[in-house]
């Protein structure tokens, strides 16, 4: 499975943003693929995720009412749509998928087996 992701840049405060992962993969119908993001000197964490072949997705608390995910099925590309954006979501945001997860809520608790190169995305104040 190869994952690109590309859409970062540099925005203002309340600015909106939409990051792309294009998959590469014989076979992902089952997968549940996400969005993870690193900031300076922190940790990695789960932003979001989405499964599949059902649609189902799940967000961390700090992005839910803000940030939405969803698949374009005939482009096998997912989206994570960014709106008002705040400082704090400074970070590069990687793309990743994992054919082991049963849902979306998974891949909070499961590593994911496949990770795609990150996009930074700078928010300033």
């Known amino acids: 499975v190869q994952l690109q992701a590309s859409g970062g840049g540099l925005v203002q405060a309340g600015d909106s943003l939409r990051l792309s992962c294009a998959v590469s993969?014989?076979?992902?119908?089952?997968?549940?693929l996400g969005w993870f993001r690193q900031a300076p000197g922190k940790a990695r964490e789960f932003v979001s995720s989405?499964?599949?072949?059902?649609?189902?997705?799940y967000y961390a608390d700090f992005v839910k009412g803000r940030f939405t995910i969803s698949r374009d099925s005939s482009k096998n590309i997912i989206y994570l749509q960014m709106n008002s954006l705040k400082p704090e979501d400074t970070a590069v945001y990687s793309c990743?998928?994992?054919?082991?997860?049963?849902?979306?809520?998974?891949?909070?608790?499961?590593?994911?087996?496949?990770w795609g190169q990150g996009t930074l995305v700078t928010v300033s104040s």
């Open positions: 990743a998928a994992d054919p082991w997860a049963t849902n979306s809520r998974q891949m909070t608790a499961i590593p994911p087996a496949y």
């Open positions: 989405i499964l599949w072949s059902g649609g189902d997705t």
């Open positions: 993969s014989r076979t992902f119908s089952d997968y549940v």
